[in-house]
T-cell receptor
Framework: NAGVMQNPRHLVRRRGQEARLRCSPM?????VYWYRQLPEEGLKFMVY????????ESGMPKERFSAEFPKEGPSILRIQQVVRGDSAAYFC?????????????FGSGTRLTVV | TQLLEQSPQFLSIQEGENLTVYCNSS?????LQWYRQEPGEGPVLLVT?????EVKKLKRLTFQFGDARKDSSLHITAAQTGDTGLYLC????????????FGKGTLLTVNP
């Protein structure tokens, strides 16, 4: 009974390159959330997706960042033309319903380092 | 904007001691969740409190939700080295209830 799977665990990109972060939700979960954790900061909400739909992307920077959750396959968080300030840990969580009341299952995260 | 303040930011204690960490806000939350995060890993849910005044116990951990649902505390009895980690509280907003607001956490170190 696998949990939320994220890959890669660590990703190093040079400034200007693209970063692609993948998240496979728990089996049976159709709601996916991405959070970003900067050093010395709490986790910040980025985007909430359901299969083939972006429900709320209010926490995601308007430029260079995009997210998708296709009908088949994992959810992808894409960061184009990365800059040093994008260095952070990116966590994905999933749930079987959209309500946060009972908590989320988080993946182990992808640690992005931009050099 | 809803904010959650956690205190203390850092806490270092000896094994066997008791401790309490706090999570405070000026906003009302529908529920509050506590997570523990270990280095290099994602947050792991410990408990969710929903009702004002609610107290939940998880072995040596006791969680309380304030009567006004603006604050919460986590008390650990007889701390063990395995309790070491970053303790995060997260609030579920009254609107957009899928969106959690996280505090910055309390980094607890339990020394043998």
């Amino acid at each position: 009974n696998a949990g939320v799977m994220q890959n890669p665990r660590h990703l190093v990109r040079r400034r200007g390159q693209e970063a692609r972060l993948r998240c496979s939700p728990m089996k049976g979960h159709s709601h996916v959330y991405w959070y970003r954790q900067l050093p010395e900061e709490g986790l910040k909400f980025m985007v909430y997706l359901q299969k083939e739909n972006i429900i709320d992307e209010s926490g995601m920077p308007k430029e260079r960042f995009s997210a998708e959750f296709p009908k088949e396959g994992p959810s992808i968080l894409r960061i184009q033309q990365v800059v040093r300030g994008d260095s952070a840990a990116y966590f994905c969580a999933s749930s079987s319903s959209p309500q946060g009341t009972y908590g989320y299952t988080f993946g182990s995260g992808t640690r992005l380092t931009v050099v | 904007t809803q904010l959650l303040e956690q205190s203390p930011q850092f806490l270092s204690i000896q094994e066997g001691e008791n401790l309490t960490v706090y999570c405070n806000s000026s906003s009302v939350f529908s529920s509050l969740q506590w997570y523990r995060q270990e280095p290099g890993e994602g947050p792991v849910l410990l408990v969710t409190v929903v009702t004002g005044g609610e107290v939940k116990k998880l072995k040596r951990l006791t969680f309380q939700f304030g009567d006004a649902r603006k604050d919460s505390s986590l008390h650990i009895t007889a701390a063990q080295t395995g309790d070491t980690g970053l303790y995060l509280c997260a609030g579920e907003g009254r609107e957009r209830n899928y969106k959690l607001t996280f505090g910055k956490g309390t980094l607890l170190t339990v020394n043998p």
